[in-house]
C-alpha cells in the first residue's frame, strides 16, 4: 500500500463548517504526516492556496496544468463531516491556521469603538425557503428581546442576509416601539463577517457562524447564545458568554428538534413565544 500523499475535503460546508473542516483537515494531516490537503472550491479564500503550517499546504484541485507530480493516493474521510472538533479550536497547533484563515477572509477588520452597541444577528436565507435544512431552526423574537433589555445599550444593530427571518422585522419595530434606537442591515457576506469581527457585543442566531467569526477575529466581546451545544470555536478566554434556553421546553419541540420546516406555524411561534417560558440570561461555559 503506498503511503498517502494528499488528504481531500470532498465538498465545503457553508462557512462555519468549512472553518472546522480545516482545522480537522490539519489534525488529521499532522497525524498521518500528510503535507497536502486539497479542496475543490473555498470562496471566501478566492480559492487560494494557503499554508496551514510549516509542513502543510491547503491546494485547490486542478485537473490541468498542474505543475508537480499529482498525488498517487488521495485520502478522503468522513472525519472531516460535523461539527466535532478533533484538537481544541484554540490549541497552539491551530494557532497558525487561524491566522492564515482570518488574513485571507478579511484582511481588515476594524474593532468598533462603540462598546455600548448591541449587534444581533439574524440566520435567514435558505432556512427559509422551501427545503430548509432541518436542524437549522433559529431562536425566538423573545430571546433577543430579553438580551436587549438586559441593560442599556446606546444602540441595537440588526444584521441579516435578508428579511426572510420574520424575528428581524419584529426585533425592529419593538425596538422603535420602545424608543430604543435601530439599525438594519441587510449585508453579504463579507460585509456579515466585516461587521461581526468588529463588533463587541453580539446576540447570535444558532448555528457554527457566529462562533466561527469570534474564533478567527479573537478578542474582549459579550456573546449572547440561545439554547447553545458544544460550541468548539468559542475558546477564546477574552469571551464572556451568556446563554437563554427554554425552560418550558416547547419551543425545543416544535422548531429545534431536528423539525424545522419553515411552516406557517414554526413561524408564528417564533415571534409570539412568551419571554416567561424563558430561563434568565445567565453564563455559560463551553462543555
Known amino acids: 500500500m503506498h503511503p498517502v500523499d494528499a488528504l481531500l475535503i470532498n465538498g465545503f460546508g457553508r462557512f462555519g463548517n468549512s472553518i472546522i473542516q480545516i482545522l480537522n483537515a490539519r489534525s488529521i494531516a499532522t497525524r ?5 490537503v486539497l479542496f475543490h472550491r473555498f470562496d471566501l479564500v478566492n480559492n487560494r492556496n494557503l499554508d496551514l503550517s510549516s509542513t502543510i499546504r491547503l491546494e485547490k484541485t ?14 478522503a474521510t468522513h472525519a472531516l463531516d460535523g461539527t466535532r472538533l478533533i484538537d481544541e479550536a ?7 491556521v487561524r491566522e492564515v484563515l482570518a488574513s485571507a477572509v478579511a484582511p481588515q477588520i476594524a474593532p468598533s469603538n462603540e462598546q455600548g452597541v448591541l449587534t444581533a444577528h439574524f440566520r435567514s436565507g435558505d432556512i427559509f425557503g422551501p427545503n430548509p435544512h432541518l436542524r437549522y431552526g433559529q431562536p425566538p423574537l423573545s430571546f433577543y428581546q430579553k438580551v436587549v433589555l438586559d441593560r442599556g445599550w446606546s444602540r441595537v444593530d440588526i444584521i441579516s442576509e435578508d428579511r426572510l427571518n420574520p424575528c428581524s422585522a419584529a426585533l425592529e419595530s419593538w425596538c422603535r416601539e420602545q424608543k430604543i434606537p435601530v439599525t ?8 456579515t463577517i466585516a461587521r461581526i469581527a468588529g463588533a463587541s457585543n453580539i446576540v447570535a ?3 457554527t457562524f457566529i462562533p466561527s467569526i469570534v474564533f478567527l477575529f479573537p478578542g474582549e466581546r459579550s456573546v449572547f447564545l440561545f439554547e447553545p451545544g458544544e460550541e468548539p470555536l468559542l475558546c477564546d478566554p477574552k469571551l464572556t458568554t451568556q446563554q437563554v434556553k427554554d425552560k418550558q421546553g416547547h419551543y425545543i419541540a416544535t422548531v429545534l428538534d431536528g423539525n424545522w420546516t419553515n411552516s406557517a406555524e414554526q413561524r408564528e411561534l417564533m415571534v409570539q413565544y ?3 417560558s424563558l430561563t434568565p440570561l445567565h453564563s455559560w461555559t463551553r462543555k
Open 90 to 96: 484554540c490549541s497552539s497547533a491551530n494557532a497558525r
Open 205 to 207: 442566531g444558532r448555528g
Open 274 to 276: 412568551p419571554d416567561e
Open 62 to 75: 486542478s485537473i490541468a496544468g498542474r505543475a508537480t507530480r499529482p498525488p498517487r493516493v488521495i485520502w
Open 32 to 36: 498521518c504526516n500528510v503535507s497536502v
Open 184 to 191: 438594519w442591515s441587510c449585508l453579504d457576506l463579507p460585509q
